[in-house]
């Protein structure tokens, strides 16, 4: 037992510094306003790219972000909370190749059929505009919140809801009085993490969207590409904010079909 | 469960199948059919060839990397994993959730300034005396680098996925073997890895496809030097040589390597 | 082996699961812990096993206090309630698993193996060895747990409810074969269960435990005739509790509109008293008078049930209700419910106010 | 529950339903400039030239977008504009773009520009050869160019006290320090493509032929063995143009090929070292122009011609791009240098004299030989 509290005492300064290692160099860099080599550290630090930042470009790119993120997740919610019940709750003819249709973005790499997708936005000229943006981000949102929202249904004991028929309501009442009610937090959760999926979406933003609409992940990545160390690493501070928020929230319900999808934005 | 003879369903679906079949499905079918033509529509294996040619490599690079921080992540997600199981996750836990809600932009920046030969880690072993910063050695920019922070985000995954199939195997299980004197490690390796080798089959698959489709964070940290990772090329390839035949083979083959790995792991585990 | 607890106590947080418990085992006999569920047993057996350590207190086996050893030290071995045999492992590696920690000899292994098999009797089948254990029945997976127990040749053996997950049949015939394989072994037996038939029917020396404390330890015999605790005696059999309180003499307690005169041993320093007495111990008279040495309580006849065996009549006597067996049907409304004297217990204080249920929220 | 999420969905939808609608609409003026390259280009338009323009036409706000560095900058510039041409929007949503030589090919043989320059004031200064030639596209009356860059090798001086003068002396160097020069190959920004181009003049000894044509596969010959004999040098590959400018600043390197106006800017903004200097080798490197250019279906045309008017006028050339940036003005230098201060003279020449620059400014491989090169580089192993 006490080798053991030992060995847990090494392996959390062990896990801290491979975690927060990399992202401490992020704070360093974002307060660092000079730093030639050989200085181990920042010759002058303070917060004027904090300013800097705060007045640019980021704050559309976080406006449209989140914008892009709001509508995502509604539009997602609206079409995949009823589907996920009759999923969850029916045998229905072709399921199974609906559900294999929904399979298909988790199986294959994005990149290369967002490039193909590109084209037919482009084609329809939606190419560099929010709404083909928000259209990209359907695609990754719609598979996991039909995953996602499948599974809370599946949850809820369908004895609850013959009850309700059994006394005389009709399927949609006791949809809306009984499963609906009981799925809230199910929803809830879910909807957080789609919000956060778009919030953080980056290959599909890239292709469709950049460089005529920018999202903070992809400002962040020019901001790094063009090697703007303290501007991107501001962003990329900024955009660990929602994300870590949610872990602090939902901690207890992070249960893992939920996030499995998670780790692959 | 109820069942319903109607096709009406499929109302509900609609919407959200359009949008999935319109930009993902016909996407995935046409990527597959172009990489089978030239820019004219003419059929041909070209495009085969010239992505054989030039990056049979980087395919063998791409499985290399990704395997190599598969491997990783599993040793590393097993045994963190089975310390949790055996004598309670806590902290350990908790720390590791936070890669996951930190996005591959992201983690992309952090690593290469933390990584960097004059970043922040060397900087920090040359104080303590392992490292020479005048002949620094660059993890970043090399596959090193790559595979770090591949591993460093996947972990997290890996750890929820493989604790919470750890998690379902009952503690006597454990206390069976404990009983007759097997350490934490053979409790691991004896008893819970068995029993969960299913559940850690799919996060392996999906960690793996994951790695395999990884695009900013090698974009971010990779070299420019030798081999690249295959996203890499696709998206080269169709930004700069606008070149959607070679890219959408290499496209292709992407898909194959992914499926693969589904379709070997999946029947190793059920034969097995 | 001779196992003995000395002060042994367990806290998790601020909940006391054992406190302060003071136990010799029968050497190389079967003790059953008996008690309702989270009344500490299977923390005092994990303790022993090695699973957990006490707060504080000592376990001995022979002169040796085993505290701080780890599990693999002490010479246990332990069968669970869920059998849990490694589902990826074959039968024979199950059982092996145990002796190939000990670097044995495989020649002696696959010997030993077979011998500890045999011993529980499944070598039923040829390819028994190369099973999986989900191919087994509940009864034959215990079997084979229970050969995984034994072929370490441990000092002591555990059992944690072992026969609860299994049908009631053979759930019954386990239950002679155990009986019968821990004789001829005379390993120092430890059997924790919650079903008090199981305790009584199978174990030399009886613990019952609750609220982490061991009320009562002795024979079945004596455990099921003399309950030294309201406890003990409500927890044993269909049972009548009863609230009584003092009469104002000091020298009688009031239960169900009846006059119990206190016995001898038993204190008048409490208001509150419990009237204890089985449902097999009392009769159901109706114009008789009531004999010498009998209480009677007086009721109305609510219903009767067959139970197979008996008919269980229920009556009620002032607010309580009264469960008497009988042989046969007996016609209310009114009836007098006997009971001799000596199947009276009175205890001081009030009734625990419910069946047989944990008294005490403990792990 | 769901009673009081049901109007912030239908909030949210509606809003939804507007956004697209959202882009254009008031009185006032929005010009959309869009330009490619590193972000640098972007900040000019954004926070210099951007509001001074407005100052001078309040009605007028000014949206700037920055397409990212390299080929793909004005790429991606190309591509929208082609989508709103086949799709047959009727005004297209970028006023001005802000381009390289490279798309310019594509840019007017589909049709994409405006002919707008004769109809500018500053039409008689449009005189450099980059403005009627844009690897070996006929550019003329399309384009002005704002700035003239150009490519040197940045090195520290401190490390590297002689700097080499050609590149026989750079491979030297490079042989003796093995991983202390940085470029960024091919893909990641047109620094490298310059070093590589340089690389590719010295060893042929085609400039005139390359940069000029006629365009003959023939003469590419031998390129791939010359770029497996570069790509065996000990070079470190770095992460695009300002890759190499970060190395060069954190020590990871001591010399490498950049944007001379990059590694200014850095330079006035503290982002490097001030210490570090440029030297232009022999037998010369490129530079390129940046193209101010207007889409023929521009929304505000008008407007357009006048900003494109503004940023090269002689006083916002003489003032931002010498004054402020310190780089090559894009229209007659004769008219811009006298309203430059001494200062500023010094430091625009500073590293590399004007005569320097004369001798060893040179220009990019016409574009089908460009992207010959690229792929022969790519195939070189």
Partial sequence: MKRARIVRIILVVLISFIIFGPLSSLVIWSVAEKWYWPHLLPQQVGLFYWGKVFQGRMMQALQVGVLIACVVTVLSLIMTVPLGYVLARFRVPFKAAVLLIFLLPQAFPQLPVFANATVYLYRANLGGKVPGVILIHMVGALVYAVWTMTAVFKSIPASLEEAAINLGASRIRTFWNISLPLAMPGIIASALLIFLYSLDEFTGTLLVGSPFVLTLPVFMYNASQGYELPVASITALLLMVPGIILLLVLERYLKAEYLSSFGRI | MKRLRETSWLIVAVPSLAIVVWLFFLPFIRSAVTSFQTEDGAWTFQNYITAYRLYAGDVLYTIFVSGVSLIAVLIIGILVSGFARIYGGGVVEFLFKIPLFVPFVVVGHAMRVFLAPHGLLNSALAQIGLVNLDNPPSIAFSWVGISVALAWKNMALAILLILGAFESVGDTFLEAARNFGAGWFRQVKDVLLPMSLTSIAVAAVLIFTSMLASFSIPMMIGSGKGAQMLMIDVYYRIVYQHDYGVANALGVVSYITAMGAAVYYLRSVTKG | MEVRVENLSKNYGAVQALRDVNLSFVDGGLTAILGPSGCGKTTLLRCIAGFLEPTSGAIYFGDENVVGLPPQARGTAMVFQNYALWPHMSIFDNVAYGLRLQKLPKDEIRKRVIDALNMVEMMVAPDILERKPTALSGGQQQRVALARALVVRPKVLLLDEPLSNLDAKVRQRLRVELRRLQRQVGITTIYVTHDQEEALSMADQVVVMDCGEVRQVGTPEQIYRNPTTAFVAEFLGVTNVLAGTLTPDGKAVVAAGTRIPLPADVPASSDHYTVVFKADAAYILQDQPTPQDAVAFTGELVEVFFVGSTYRHYVKAGKEMLLVDSPSRVAGPSVNVVVPRAELKVYPGAPLGHDVEPTCSVG | ?381
């Fill in chain 4, 1 to 381: 529950m769901f009673r009081k999420v049901l109007p912030i969905v239908i909030g949210l939808l509606v809003l939804a339903s507007l956004l697209p609608a959202c882009g254009g609409g008031g009185k006032a003026v929005t010009l959309s400039i869009v330009t490619a390259g590193d972000t640098n280009m972007e900040e000019l338009q954004r926070n210099t030239f951007g509001p001074e323009f407005v100052k001078k036409y309040p009605n007028v706000t000014i949206n700037v977008v920055g397409t990212g560095p390299g080929d793909a900058g004005s790429q991606a510039i190309y591509t929208k504009l082609k989508a709103q041409k086949d799709a047959g929007t009727k005004t297209w949503d970028i006023d001005v773009a802000i381009v390289h030589q490279s798309i310019m090919g594509k840019m007017i043989e589909d049709g994409l520009l405006l002919k707008y320059v004769p109809d500018t004031s500053v039409a008689k200064y449009v005189i450099s050869e980059d403005a009627k030639n844009a690897l070996g596209t006929n550019v003329e009356g399309y384009v002005i160019p704002m700035f003239h860059s150009q490519t040197a090798i940045a090195y520290n001086p401190e490390k590297v006290p002689n700097p080499p003068k050609s590149y026989a002396e750079l491979v030297e160097w490079i042989k003796a320090h093995p991983n202390r020069f940085g470029y960024n190959g091919v893909k990641g920004g047109m620094s490298g493509v310059a070093f590589v181009a340089g690389y590719l003049y010295w060893k042929t000894g085609k400039y005139d032929l390359l940069s000029k044509g006629p365009y003959d596969k023939a003469n590419e010959a031998g390129w791939v063995d010359i770029f497996k004999e570069l790509k065996s040098l000990p070079c470190v590959i770095t992460q695009g143009n300002a890759g190499t400018l970060d190395m060069l600043n954190r020590g990871e390197i001591d010399m490498g090929p950049v944007w001379v106006d990059m590694f200014i800017l850095w330079k006035n903004d503290g982002r490097m070292n001030p210490k570090m200097r440029m030297v232009l080798i022999e037998p010369g490197m490129p530079g390129q122009p940046m193209y101010v250019v207007i889409p023929a279906k521009a929304a505000h045309i008008a407007e357009a011609k006048k900003y494109a008017e503004f940023i090269c006028s002689p006083e916002q050339q003489a003032a931002v791009i010498v004054g402020k940036m310190g780089w090559y003005p894009g229209i007659d230098a004769t008219k811009v240098l006298p309203n430059v201060s001494e200062e500023a003279k010094a430091k625009l020449f500073g590293d590399i004299p004007a005569e320097t620059l004369n001798k060893y400014g040179l220009t990019f491989p016409l574009t089908p030989y460009m992207q010959d090169m690229n792929t022969a580089y790519e195939e070189a192993k």
